[in-house]
């Protein structure tokens, strides 16, 4: 006869399911991904609860260094936009291990993984294989939100995997995200060895672009409805007139001729294809809750906002924080991202320029250019548009390994 407290547990466990499976990582492990190379390093992926009310859960995917990940930092990376994922972008088009090749996939040659722990995160909860059963919850998430189940994840994510706690952590990204969530982190005085984080450009904001380029790209083509008219091949009249105003008065009129051919159209899509197969999505122990297809973006609101007054709320606080764009990209062109990170070092934080604005190298090539104040820096990386590392992938490797190891980028051949 079976007992009632046993019986309770079977129906508890079943509805909270990720709070009752152990803490342990070994569950998490991934035997082979379909279709991947053979490689010398883990990788793990499952899902974390971080909230009951309604309920949620955040899925992650993370890969160990190649060598010695005991003694590699820990790297926290976030997509966002918001809305996109950093499993379909970062991990599989950017700088993590694999890359979607056909069925299959080959190894990155310049995968991140060669010189950190890497851990990408899809969220909020209704971004790629995240999800809350009350769908209701996506139309009221907001920064706030996303940033405290980002500290509940990673807060249970040590758990699961006690042997990164206190190790050195860094938050990397394309999003908001990052510096929001580092100063919930700061603020919150968790027991977490946060050491820097590196943010890839920032929103437009007044002053940079004109009052009516602003209201244009508030009312009339807004960075989420550019995004994805871009992957669709299929540009308004309305978004191409807003892209064009908006670079000539940054003095880059041939932006939109970068945008539209600097990045791969048939990646994406590979990815897509490659992440809704069944037998992919069960060597990830991923599942689809309450939609029918993975997707590398949802419909999120786009969020105009600046990070400028939270970056230097960051710096100081003491935290290291560098800022780098690709010089062709068109959605968010570096030139305001420059002009906005001095006007943050020289006229609020009155910072001292350490490294005057000077080129940077990988081995004899100019890579990009980079200027340092103090705590504070700004890099660009030549030829690379707005998802820096799938277009220059070695240039930055090394902006990444310089700025894991708190060191300058070369500015000598």
Same mark, same amino acid.
């Given at each position: 006869?079976?007992?009632?407290?046993?019986?309770?547990?079977?129906?508890?466990? #079943?509805?909270?399911?990720?709070?009752?499976?152990?803490?342990?990582?070994?569950?998490?492990?991934?035997?082979?991904?379909?279709?991947?190379?053979?490689?010398?390093?883990?990788?793990?992926?499952?899902?974390? &609860?971080?909230?009951?009310?309604?309920?949620?859960?955040?899925?992650?995917?993370?890969?160990?260094?190649?060598?010695?990940?005991?003694?590699?930092?820990? =790297?926290?990376?976030?997509?966002?936009?918001?809305?996109?994922?950093?499993?379909?972008?970062?991990?599989?088009?950017?700088?993590?291990?694999?890359?979607?090749?056909? /069925?299959?996939?080959?190894?990155?040659?310049?995968?991140?993984?060669?010189?950190?722990?890497?851990?990408?995160?899809?969220?909020?909860? !209704?971004? !790629?294989?995240?999800?809350? &059963?009350?769908? #209701?919850?996506?139309?009221?998430?907001?920064?706030?939100?996303?940033?405290?189940?980002?500290? =509940?994840?990673?807060? @249970?994510?040590?758990?699961?995997? +006690?042997?990164?706690?206190?190790?050195?952590?860094?938050?990397?990204?394309?999003?908001?995200?990052? +510096?929001?969530?580092?100063?919930?982190?700061?603020?919150?005085?968790? /027991?977490?060895?946060?050491?820097?984080?590196?943010?890839?450009?920032?929103?437009?904001?007044?002053?940079?672009?004109?009052?009516?380029?602003?209201?244009?790209?508030?009312?009339?083509? %807004?960075?989420?409805?550019?995004? $994805? /008219?871009?992957?669709?091949?299929?540009?308004?009249?309305?978004?191409?007139?807003?892209?064009?105003?908006?670079?000539?008065?940054?003095?880059?009129?041939?932006?939109?001729?970068?945008?539209?051919?600097?990045?791969?159209?048939?990646?994406?899509?590979?990815?897509?294809?490659?992440? %809704?197969?069944?037998?992919?999505?069960?060597?990830?122990?991923?599942?689809?809750? !309450?939609?029918?297809?993975?997707?590398?973006?949802?419909?999120?609101?786009?969020?105009?906002?600046?990070?400028?007054?939270?970056?230097?709320?960051?710096?100081?606080?003491?935290? $290291?924080?560098?800022?780098?764009?690709?010089?062709?990209?068109?959605?968010?062109?570096?030139?305001?991202? @420059?002009?906005? =990170?001095?006007?943050?070092?020289?006229?609020?934080?009155?910072?001292?320029?350490?490294?005057?604005? @000077?080129?940077?190298?990988? !081995?004899?090539?100019?890579?990009?250019?980079?200027?340092?104040?103090?705590?504070?820096?700004?890099?660009?990386? @030549?030829?690379?548009?707005?998802?820096? +590392?799938?277009?220059?992938?070695?240039?930055?490797?090394?902006?990444? &390994?310089?700025?894991?190891?708190?060191?300058?980028?070369?500015?000598?051949?």
């Amino acid at each position: 006869m079976s007992q009632p407290w046993l019986i309770l547990t079977v129906i508890t466990c #079943s509805i909270l399911m990720q709070a009752c499976k152990p803490a342990t990582s070994l569950s998490d492990r991934i035997l082979s991904l379909p279709g991947q190379p053979s490689v010398n390093f883990s990788h793990y992926s499952d899902y974390i &609860t971080v909230g009951d009310h309604p309920p949620r859960a955040l899925f992650y995917y993370f890969v160990e260094a190649e060598t010695s990940p005991a003694s590699k930092p820990l =790297v926290l990376w976030l997509n966002g936009g918001p809305g996109c994922s950093s499993l379909g972008y970062g991990a599989f088009i950017e700088h993590g291990p694999f890359k979607v090749k056909g /069925e299959g996939l080959v190894k990155n040659d310049y995968s991140w993984n060669k010189v950190a722990n890497l851990l990408y995160l899809e969220s909020p909860a !209704g971004v !790629g294989f995240s999800y809350s &059963t009350n769908q #209701s919850f996506y139309k009221g998430i907001n920064d706030n939100i996303t940033a405290q189940d980002n500290l =509940v994840f990673l807060q @249970r994510w040590f758990t699961k995997y +006690p042997q990164y706690k206190g190790r050195d952590f860094f938050i990397t990204g394309e999003s908001h995200y990052v +510096p929001e969530f580092a100063r919930l982190i700061v603020k919150s005085k968790v /027991e977490i060895n946060l050491k820097a984080i590196a943010v890839n450009h920032i929103l437009l904001v007044h002053g940079i672009i004109s009052d009516q380029s602003e209201l244009l790209f508030q009312n009339v083509c %807004n960075r989420t409805q550019l995004l $994805r /008219e871009f992957r669709a091949n299929a540009l308004t009249s309305e978004c191409i007139y807003v892209v064009l105003k908006v670079a000539k008065e940054l003095s880059d009129t041939k932006a939109i001729d970068h945008f539209l051919d600097t990045k791969d159209p048939c990646e994406e899509q590979d990815v897509i294809k490659y992440l %809704n197969r069944r037998d992919v999505q069960i060597a990830l122990h991923a599942k689809l809750v !309450g939609v029918r297809h993975w997707n590398s973006c949802s419909e999120y609101e786009d969020l105009y906002i600046s990070m400028i007054p939270i970056l230097g709320e960051l710096v100081k606080s003491g935290l $290291r924080a560098i800022v780098y764009s690709g010089d062709l990209d068109a959605v968010i062109p570096f030139l305001g991202t @420059r002009t906005m =990170v001095d006007a943050l070092a020289t006229e609020v934080l009155k910072l001292n320029t350490n490294l005057s604005y @000077r080129a940077w190298f990988t !081995g004899k090539q100019v890579a990009g250019y980079t200027q340092e104040y103090g705590k504070l820096a700004f890099a660009t990386i @030549r030829g690379a548009s707005h998802t820096v +590392p799938a277009t220059q992938p070695e240039r930055s490797l090394q902006l990444f &390994t310089s700025f894991l190891m708190g060191k300058s980028l070369p500015t000598e051949a």
